[in-house]
């Protein structure tokens, strides 16, 4: 049962950081330019 337990757990944690990282990619954002592609030359597209 603890297995299970954990599981979800972890479940629930990658499902808010892909979810996070949806949202700000639909908002024009790049995780790896610090949220602002303006600044690195647009280099990470």
Do not use: F, N, Y
């Not at 892909?18 to 990619?25: A, H, N």
């Amino acid at each position: 049962m603890g297995t299970v337990i954990v599981v979800l757990i972890l479940a629930a944690i990658v499902a808010a950081i892909v979810r996070s990282l949806v949202k700000s990619r639909k908002r024009g954002e790049h995780p790896a330019c610090g949220g602002d592609c303006g600044h690195c030359g647009g280099g990470c597209h």
